[in-house]
């Protein structure tokens, strides 16, 4: 993965990731879309032989959209932590049922 | 977020997940199909094959064959410390085929494969290679390393990796005049009549085809199938080359390295103005 800024402005952000995909922008703009403060969230492959995804995030009120993209990854972050642990004790619940 | 384990034995496993999005589990699935990596084999020399399948065809039918995964011993060769284009201990493994038929017809299973690492075996041993007539002979090596299912599919850990929204079926009794026709067209057999009600089963077998409310006559209808979008039923075959529940926990390291690899490459930039 590599990281290029695009094109920033004061509420907009416009970033290209290099050897990324939907795997990885999806989830973003998802978590993106579900803070208040983003006017408008999105990405786009330009070419489906290159794995380049641009990241295009502008935000309401001013807000940084730099600081707004860092917590809707931490976001996402906090969501695989708490599969682990939920996926970590079903598999402890399901352990002990098999026991009894 | 909730979780429970609906189903599980050696090779599969069938989760109940609740509080999560669309988004993050279809990440999980495109990462267990694409990213996770497994072991497969990926050169074959071959040194005599007088059987009537061509070299390249044999060497097609051994790339497809699982075999046992260590993911803790071996390196993907791009990250190897040897960086060599033929491979290390740490990154290779090789396994041996010699085979005759004497005197007359036989099939090499995979189980005749001998590997220099005990623990680099194919997953079954009942596998049919080819077939050989009598004074036929196969002699080859074979070369295994690690690889991804994003740059072709003998490296994929699945056969199969998947999930639909928890269904919801609810039965209305008060409007339902127990024709029995939902019960009869339930594909997944849901629906069951019991006395004079119709009942849910296994509502989590459902495949939202919504064929029960198509046939019923009733309006509104008497029987109703909805879906929770933050509920899933992810479900996940393991071709045998890791055990599903490592495949899961693999998936979450790997999505959770490029998270943390985009926030460190993003606060660089960031800094640089």
Redesign the interface.
Known sequence: ?????LNRKENELK?E?EN?????C??V???LLKDKKVDLAGYSIPHPLTANPVIYLRTKNKSKP?TV??KA??K??K??K??????D???K??KDQATL | ?????LE?DENSLR?R?GG?????M???R??IL??VPSMAVDDVVIIENSSTIQDEFLAHRIGLMPLKTDLDTYNLPENCICKSEFGCNLCRASLILDVEAEDHTITVYSGEFKSENPATIPVSGKIPIVKLAPEQKVRLEAYARLGKGEDHARWQPVSMCAYKFRPIVKVDSKHCDLCGACVEICPKNVLLKAGNKVEIKNSDNCTLCQDCMDICKKTPKAVEVVWDENSFIFSLESTGALSP?RI??EA?NI??G??????E??A???N?K
């Open positions: 993965m590599n990281v290029k800024i970033i990731i990324e995909g939907h795997t990885f999806n989830v703009q998802k978590a730099e993209l860092r990854v931490a996402v972050q969501d695989t708490s599969f682990r642990a939920a996926f004790n079903a598999l619940v399901y | 977020m909730k979780m429970e384990i599980r989760l997940i999560t999005n669309a988004a993050f279809n990440a999980l495109r990462i694409s990213e529940e899961l926990s979450l999505l959770d490029k998270l943390k690899d985009f926030l490459q993003f660089g930039k960031e640089e």
